[in-house]
């Protein structure tokens, strides 16, 4: 199903570029129209395939002045599953990811920007790799970090233990607990599930070594003593 999407992914879209945004294939994210050019963009999507580019911006790049609001080499085209229009004309929408895709160059930027596209598809997993056995090694990881949320908050417990791809849960999870807009950013750029895995695994697991480190000191050493360091 999703090799049959990516093939079908017209050459070029429109697309939105806007800061500190990672957005992941399989993943919802809501947004709020409201500028005119993009209000223009959802007009023809609608009227069309539903479909645009979500991109971050590549900050590193703003102080290249011949480049205007610079995106990502790597984005997620997504589908308009919902809108909704407001009677100022703003809209709010639901935007489903499809897939990763790489941003080969902006075609143009009037009356929004519109750019090329080539989809990116995952490396499988060497032989022998176990994405089951990583899946379940980085839920407890994220158990572990996320401690409190997971205890509070049942209905992300259940959400994720309800997708039994280990792509897409390793993507959903990125998109939604992930708290580093670099390694969000880099996890949507590896193609190598296996690696992909790893990646986030190994920061996890800096977390959780840290968390324990802190609690440790907090535990050993009295509040004002702490306030003096």
């Known amino acids: 199903m999703l090799h049959e999407i990516e093939i079908n992914l017209p050459k070029e879209v429109p697309v939105m570029t806007l800061p500190h945004m990672t957005f992941f294939p399989q ?20 009227k069309t395939n539903r479909l ?10 703003i102080t290249d002045e011949a480049r205007v609001d610079p995106p990502y080499s790597v984005g997620c085209v997504g589908l308009v599953r919902t809108s909704k229009e407001n009677q100022n004309g703003t809209s709010d929408l639901m935007l489903q990811g499809l897939c990763r895709v790489e941003i080969r160059s902006i075609v143009r930027e009037k009356p929004y920007r ?10 499988p997993p060497a032989a022998g790799t176990d994405l089951n056995f990583k899946r379940v090694q980085l839920n407890k990881l994220l158990a572990l970090k996320y401690k409190e949320l997971f205890q509070s908050d049942k209905a992300i417990v259940k959400y994720l233990k309800s997708i039994e791809d280990p792509e897409t849960f390793l993507d959903i ?3 939604t607990l992930c708290d580093s ?5 880099k996890l949507l750029e590896t193609l190598d599930i296996a690696e992909r ?8 697991r800096m977390d959780v070594a840290m968390q324990k480190l802190e609690n440790k000191i907090k535990g050993d050493t009295s509040i004002d003593k702490i306030s003096d360091n």
């Open 197 to 204: 895995f790893e990646l986030y695994s190994e920061r996890l």
């Open 114 to 123: 519109v750019v090329s596209i080539k989809p990116l598809l995952s490396n």
């Open 181 to 185: 807009s670099e390694l969000k950013q």
């Open 52 to 61: 645009f580019a979500l991109v971050g911006l590549n900050t590193k790049l």
């Open 173 to 175: 999870a990125a998109h």
């Open 27 to 46: 993943a919802l994210v809501p947004l709020h129209i409201y500028e005119p050019r993009y209000r223009e963009m959802l007009a023809d999507v609608l």
